[in-house]
């Protein structure tokens, strides 16, 4: 086997102070009275064919990052470049160019599949609106792809509603797959599954990458299922990055008291070893009103007066671990 | 025998078990409870036949020897020759239907005469023509207008759902009937011009129902992924949010075009719709409606009572028929209606 | 509350706005010349003074001008023209500042005039006053005839769900929702008035020279035409009870109720109807324009001297502004049902006014 030319360092989307806010509506009039600030000031990078993942808690804002990246909503600031490409300021033909490279696998492989198509057509329809017309090809693909992802060759008649769950994760990994590109999202893609599924799929996920390369930014709430995958993992907490680090470097040592918090909270398969586990007090503030200074400092557990008034800044504090608190 | 058992491999079994499994759309097991709903199916057929003779209206007056619009003013209110001739065949009473025959020399009316002595049957059958093409091109008209103002609302939002949703506000303020009798009162209408009044002010409905719909729809994830695959606008809403809004819109459409049957035949009764010689089942009402109290000044029993009953019946079972299917429609096609997440 | 009622109170004026543009544009649309509508066609007047109530009536501006002219009885035009359009009924004014002459001739939609009748000469307001007692005697009879009928089938349909009774409760509520309620008029006028001759055939009291008030007069007159307008209501709240009382029925605090040991008739009235009923107040606002549409078809048919039969006398004789008049009245009623529907269910359901 050839060496494969090592890319691992080049970045291959970079995300840079991402704003999203979403409008609070009220009155007669319906004006915009407040802003929901879901995502505010992110930036981070994937490399080319590494898995970054990003974690935290619902609500956190990490599933608005990932479809902010792809422009399925809109956004009101910072800026994403892909390969170079500044994705915010594509055209719409541009983008639709662009969407070959970026793809999506969603986390409810009920609602991302539509019940009324059959699963040939489901994967064939991204060959379809980039211009592959010609029928027997598209057929081909659809084969290819469903055999990619461990599926039949003949379930490509079939439709959604005669598929378990975990096949139509399958299924959606083969629509994303259909276009060949460098770059998938994977939002939640296991967390609607059985738990015996779900190491299936992550598998699957796994072997695609080794076979062509990808880069995925895997967004999970569930911290095993993103140490099982992830090369480099950002931690988000209320709308911001609060730690980014290299796998084993977070997971040895974490350095932010919330994703020490979050480390806690995993269970051991060792009835030996005692983890102390710690509780957060309080609940996760609305993103309407985030607390002032550092976002985190009503439920830390090592506040200092400090945090409630200065916004920490998000420096590296290791080589290539990144972290945003006054105290480490 | 026990040969044979040994030849067949278990695996094969399994194999062609597979394969005769055929794929299941949504569509197929619609069909196939449908097929089990006895009542949706009597009224689909009822529905079919009354289609059908309406549509062999011409040839079957012709067998009769009758028309629609030819007038006997000597021969006015006959009584229907059906019951004296069933009463003939039977023996029962052997003198009225000749009598009868030979008033209305020799054409028999099976279900009588009107005032102006033209045969019921014949202008039930044109009337059904009249009444049936008219709800059913308004009901298309109003599909195409609904189904297009709705999905263009729920999908663009903003303004453009704003302007929509108050013009349909407003135009559903006043009840659908005065607006019909406001427009028909300023325009008096022929067939075709109330055809296009009825679809013109029943779009309402559907694009409500459409709206909603196509909100729901794109708030699932099938069509974020269709975008995020690089599909246009038109594309989403040609391919996903408009297939997925079908079934309901079916189910509404069945039930409309009975509303539509229903508010053509008050229109007529009320003088207001279709203008005689020209027969619907509504405005052979509004005449029937003038002779319901006539009595013989002879024999003291009512003359244009049977003019009531013809058209009566055939107006509430159309009618019950399209609702009876939008129904059973509505059952089959439940697991879709859900879009279930 | 206060804000609720405040909020919902805003929202009807967009649409009562868009009625009276879409009454303009009918109006306008109408075969005729306004001027000749509204003179009845006087020979006497001169060509002259035609133009000056044209120019008086705004009928040579712009279309938005006509439409506010229209609307409150002020027309406007650029320029002095004061002197040339004062007359003894119509006074005018100029503005400096703005240099423009307001006219006022009187009248106006907002002052709640509706025009005059073409077919009496009175004014639409007073012919549509005059009825309204009669539309309205009948419509509210109607409602609570199909509540009170409506509402206990649909939940001793639910209570007993798949015996005969339901059956054949759902069967007719079908039948009666497909029937024209014209026909079924006739045939119920047949039966009682003509065969049984147990009611009167119409109107809405025996007419007499004094025309006494007589109670009993007026229900026997009353109860055909209520009877037939509420079997839609009574098809459509019965359907709507059963569902809400099918729900109610199985949701987990009526399961509570009977695991306490509640008597079983205590839970339905008790615990489920009063849930039952919430969602039927969201009905009552189509329900209201159900009668009022269906009030057309009977008010005929009885000759109950109702809006409703003026609509269509009017509208037989091409009266426009009466036909008008009493659809931007039907709209103001329906707007005012709707209205009172949703303030009631926010009163009872206070989830409503936190949307």
Known sequence: MAPTVSTAHKDLLVVQNLKTYFPVRSGVFQRVSAWVKAVDDVSFTVREGETFGLVGESGCGKTTVSRSILRLIPTQGGSVFFDGQEVFRLRSQELKALRRHMQIVFQDPYSSLDPRMPVGDIIAESLLIHGVKNRSERNAAVQEMLAKVGLNPYHAHRYPHEFSGGQRQRIGIARALALNPRFIVCDEPVSALDVSIQSQILNLLKDLQREYGFSYLFVAHDLSVVEHISDRVGVMYLGKLVEMAPRESLFIEPLHPYTRALMSAIPVPDPRRRRERIVLKGEVPSPLNPPSGCRFHPRCPIAQEVCGKVEPAFTEKRPDHWVACHLV | MALEQTTVPPLAVSHTLVLTNKPQSYLDMALARLRRDPLTLAALAFLLAVGLLAAAAGPITAVLGVDPNQTHPANHFQQPYLIPYLQWLLGVDTKTAPTLLYRSEGVPHWLGTDQLGRDQLARLLYGARVSLSIALVAAALSVVLGVMVGALAGYFGGWVDDIVMWLITTLTTIPDIYLLIIVSAIFRPTPATLTLFLGFLGWFGTARLMRGNVLKVRSLEYTTAARALGASNIRVMLRHVIPNSLPIIVVSTTVGIGALISAESVLSFLGLGVQPPTATWGNMLYRANEFVFLRDPATKGFMGLHLLFGPGVLITLTVLSFYLIGDGLRDALDPMLKNKK | MGRYIVR???????????????????????????????????????????????????????????????????????????????????????????????????GGILRGDLGTSLDTKQPVWARVVERMAATLELGVASLLLSLAIGVPLGVLSAVHRGSVFDNVVRFFAVIFQAIPIFWMALLLILFFAVYLGWLPTGGRQTVSLAQEFDLGDRIRHLLLPALVLSFGGIAGFSRIMRTEMLEVLHADYIRTAQAKGLVSSQVWFVHGLRNALIPLMTVMGPAVVGVLGGAVVVETLFAWPGMGRLTVNAAFQQDYPVVLGTGMFFALLTVAGYLLSDLFYAAVDPRVRFE
């Open chain 3, 8 to 106: 919902r109170l805003l929202q009807a004026i967009p649409t009562l706005l868009g009625v009276s543009i879409l009454s303009f544009l009918l109006i306008s649309a109408a075969p005729g010349d306004p001027v000749t509508l509204r003179t009845f066609g006087d020979v006497r007047m001169t060509e002259q003074a035609r133009q000056v109530l044209r120019q008086q009536l705004g009928l040579d501006q712009p279309f938005f001008v006509q439409y506010l002219a229209w609307m409150t009885g002020w027309s406007v035009r650029p320029g002095d023209q004061v002197a040339a359009l004062t007359t003894p009924q119509v006074r005018c004014s100029y503005w400096e500042g703005l240099q423009l002459t307001l006219c006022d001739r009187g």
